[in-house]
Structures are given as C-alpha cells and as structure tokens.
C-alpha cells in the first residue's frame, strides 16, 4: 500500500472496542502514532501500554487538541458518543464513532448539522457491511441479479447472558438499540434507494424484566419501504444463558422480482466442544462448552491476527485515510436514518401503534 498520509490517531473510549481497534491500528503501516483517552484512568493506561501509545490522558482536551493529531475514533459508551464527535469535529480531522451514532435522534441531528457545517468528515461503524457474505449480497444487488426487492427478513438470537451484561452497562443499551440496529442499517444499505417509511411492531416480556429491566425477550417488526417492499426484522437475546453463539446468530433473506438470496449466518457450520471451555468474547470470566466458530459478531484472534468484520472495517477506514481509497462505512446520515428507524421499532413496540419514520435527507 502506498501511503499519502501519515495517520497520528487519537483513540476516546479504551473499552473492548476502543482497545480492539486502537490494537488494529497499531499494526496498519501508515498510523504513525497513538494517542489514547478514558476517564478510567486505569484503562487507558492498559490500551496505552498494549499498544505503546506516544500519550495517555483522561482528559477529552488533551487527546484531540494536539497538534499532530488527524484522525479520531470515538469508542466510549453508546450514550457518550455526542460531546466526544462534536468536539472531535470542530477538529475538522477525520472521524468515526461506534453505532449507534447516539441514543436520540437530537444528539445524530446535532452530529448531522456539524458535519454539514464545517464539512466534516464522520462515519459509523456498523460492521455487518463489512461481513464478507453481506459484500457478496450487496454486489449481487448492484449487478441486478435480483430485479426489484420486494420483500426481505432478518432475524438474530443471542443469549440472555449477553442481554444482562449489556443493560447491566447501559440500561437503554437494549437487544433492539444494540444489535437489531445493525440489520436495519444492513437492510438500508443493500435496498439503498428504497429507505422505509413506516415501522410496525410487537414485543413479548418475560425472563429480562424478570431479572429487573423492562426489555423485550423477543422483538419482532415490519419495516414499509417507499415503494411498498416489506421488510421483517427480528431480535431476541433471551436465550438460554450457555447459547453456543459468543455473537450474532443470525438469518437474513432477499427476494427480489428475478432473484432471491438466502444468507445463513447462524455458523451452525463450526461447532466446537470443548472441556476446557471456551472463552466468552463479551462475557469475561465465562466460558462455554460448545461454541459456534466464528460467531463473534467483530471477529475472532487467530495466529497473531485479528480476523473479521471489525478489523477489515477498520482497515478499510484507515486505508481511505491514508491513499484515498473509497470506504463502505456509514455515512452519519445513514446512521442518523437507521436510528431513526431503530428507535420507531421500539415506539411500536412500546405503543402497539405504527410510527411513521422521520428521515433527514
């Protein structure tokens, strides 16, 4: 790869996700420098450590302000993503943030405007879109092979395990803002074009609110599209709690008026089990006797590398920075859209109403 750019990055949030992508980019030829910065202290002492990062600070200020700095990744939790991109974007440097853009479409409309004020530069890390069985669909879409969609479905199942310890983390962090978010933006980005207009949905309670929170076992809704093409989604993260997938198990479908494309992403194909356990990718200190290889929704460590949709995401959002090749991340107004969308499928949930879906075009 022929750089045109030195990269000196500055990483906000040293969590899992924040420490995942801050040990990519040390590894990418042309990030020159690391900076990082968490108000725990100890963790962004970790990442830097890890990574042999150039400054550690738990001061936002200090971490964007330096001079050097020309690229920021925003990996704090979902309901601090706002003051971080907004800071990150008066920078006028290039900058991407973990979905969900924000909790409220306020804080994604204040993020939108920013960037169409000072011309910023910000995308959103939905990696589905960088799953390699979701590529080969999008292309099979651009080339036609499909005709017009007319209907389309998705569905994952995670474990109730996994459900607590993120409500645990951030209450409104739910099954449908924390993950079923990723399938609404996938549908948006292969029926790219066609963006949905209405949302109706259900939602059945039982072993989450048992265990203290008001969330959904199981969500399901129907998106409408502009031209009439219905879309199913559905999420349920009430599983039982040693569910062999470690991440999204999920099932996705495209019929189309010449065409239809059936997509199993389950990883029912590479069932381990094992006495010594395997370790829980968002679960630490729990361990599962049988697993479905490869079912880490950002990828998994193998021989010194880390494979999957996180890394090539990443990679990807570096490369364009450094030789101007083109990335498929969402664009914030994609992910103000998608959330938009996200947020309607738990008010019709919530309601039993159809909700009629506010877009910013």
Request: proline letters at 4%; hydrophobic letters at 40%; glycine letters at 8%.
């Amino acid at each position: 790869m022929n750089a045109k750019q030195d990269i000196h990055l500055a990483i906000v949030g040293c969590g899992r996700i924040g420490t995942l992508r801050g040990r990519l980019a040390a590894m990418h030829p042309a990030v020159r420098s690391i900076v990082v910065m968490d108000t725990d202290a100890a963790a962004a002492d970790k990442l830097a450590r890890t990574i042999g990062a150039s400054f550690c600070t738990t001061e936002l200020a200090a971490a964007i302000s330096r001079p050097e700095i020309n690229a920021i990744i925003v990996s704090s939790s979902e309901h601090e993503h706002t003051t971080p991109v907004i800071a990150a974007l008066r920078r006028q440097v290039p900058v991407l943030v973990e979905k969900p853009i924000a909790l409220t479409v306020a804080d994604a409309d204040l993020m939108l405007r920013t960037v169409q004020e000072l011309g910023g530069n910000l995308r959103v890390g939905y990696s589905r879109r960088y799953k390699t069985r979701y590529l080969l669909a999008k292309e099979q879409l651009r080339q036609g092979r499909l005709g017009t969609i007319t209907g389309a479905c998705a569905r994952l199942y995670n474990s109730r395990a996994q459900c607590l310890a993120m409500l645990g983390r951030n209450p409104h962090a739910t099954p449908v803002v924390d993950a079923l978010t990723y399938y609404v933006d996938l549908m948006g980005w292969l029926l790219e074009g066609n963006p949905v207009t209405e949302v109706f949905a259900r939602g059945q309670k039982g072993v989450i609110q048992a265990a203290g929170y008001d969330t959904d076992d199981v969500t399901w809704a129907v998106l409408t599209c502009r031209d009439g093409a219905v879309v199913n989604l559905g999420v349920s993260y009430a599983l039982p709690e040693k569910w062999p997938s470690v991440g999204h198990a999920a099932r996705v479908e495209l019929l189309g008026t010449d065409g239809v494309l059936l997509i199993n992403d389950d990883h029912t194909d590479q069932i381990m089990h094992t006495n010594a356990g395997f370790p829980h990718v968002y679960l630490p200190g729990q361990k599962v006797e049988t697993v479905f290889l490869e079912s880490s929704t950002s990828g998994d460590w193998a021989l010194g590398d880390f494979l999957g949709p996180l890394a090539d995401e990443t990679r990807a959002w570096l490369d364009e920075l450094a030789t101007g090749k083109p990335c498929n991340l969402a664009t914030p107004q994609d992910a103000r859209n998608t959330l938009a969308v996200t947020l309607a499928i738990e008010e019709s949930a919530r309601t039993g109403r159809v909700v009629d879906v506010c877009r910013a075009d």
